[in-house]
């Protein structure tokens, strides 16, 4: 198993920026991919971002190009999500996802975290 805990979420104004980091642990080896998803209550799940762990590989939504940024350090199981620009459409409930394979912002993934909450006022 592994076991996904997200940090960094919070409340704030339109145009500024917010870091999620989220450590992963356990059975770490089991998953090439890592990514974000949102959801809004009461709507479906839109993939954010996803990187892949062993090489370069990084992948967004059309909706945060260009604004995102995922990144991870290895050395302590973690990975980012670098949030510029954030407007209200960007408001929802963030979580932390690994998976095997493939690795594409529609992944299915296999694990996730409990999520952060990110709210953007304008």
Wanted: aromatic share 10%.
């Amino acid at each position: 198993q592994v076991q996904l805990v997200e940090s960094g979420g919070g409340s704030v104004q339109a145009g500024t920026s917010l870091r999620l980091s989220c450590a992963a642990s356990g059975a770490t080896y089991m998953n090439n991919c890592m990514g974000w998803f949102r959801q809004v209550s009461g709507e479906g799940r839109e993939g954010v971002a996803a990187i892949w762990l062993r090489g370069t590989g990084t992948y967004y939504a059309d909706s945060v190009k260009g604004r995102f940024t995922i990144s991870q350090d290895n050395a302590k199981n973690t990975v980012y999500l670098q949030m510029n620009s954030l407007t209200p459409e960007d408001t929802a409930m963030y979580y932390c996802a690994a998976e095997r394979w493939p690795c594409t912002v529609a992944t299915n993934w296999g694990f996730r975290g409990q999520g952060t909450q990110v709210t953007v006022s304008s």
